[in-house]
């Protein structure tokens, strides 16, 4: 498995903007999906971005035209910027990689390696 460490996380007021950071301990290349997905507590993770080696892109339905995924594979990172954010958005942010076959990209059982997360809150 690949060790993920994100950054990024933090409190920002309803409207405003976050980016967060994961960066790989190992050099992933092209052999990995990348994602991102976010949890609350009582609710199942649920993936919000993800990207694969070819750079095909998927996001949830509430984040398209708010967040963008990018991943440099040089620096083996990942980010998400995510902007007009609301409460809704408010949760832990997991970095994820893997490629299990039989998920779709979104699908959080595609990853088999997680970053710690990290916090996002936003407030109204």
């Known amino acids: 498995q690949v060790q993920l460490v994100e950054s990024g996380g933090g409190s920002v007021q309803a409207g405003g903007s976050l980016r967060l950071s994961c960066v790989a301990s190992s050099n992933i290349g092209d052999l990995y999906c990348m994602g991102w997905a976010r949890q609350v507590p009582g609710k199942k993770r649920e993936g919000v971005a993800a990207i694969n080696s070819a750079g095909t892109i998927s996001y949830v339905d509430s984040v398209k035209g708010r967040f963008t995924i990018t991943r440099v594979h040089a620096k083996n990172t990942l980010f998400l910027q995510m902007t007009s954010l609301t409460p809704d958005d408010s949760g832990v942010y997991y970095c994820?990689?893997?490629?299990?076959?039989?998920?779709?990209?979104?699908?959080?059982?595609?990853?088999?390696?997680w970053g710690q997360g990290t916090q996002v809150t936003v407030s109204s």
């Open positions: 994820a990689a893997g490629d299990n076959v039989g998920y779709s990209l979104i699908d959080s059982r595609k990853y088999d390696s």
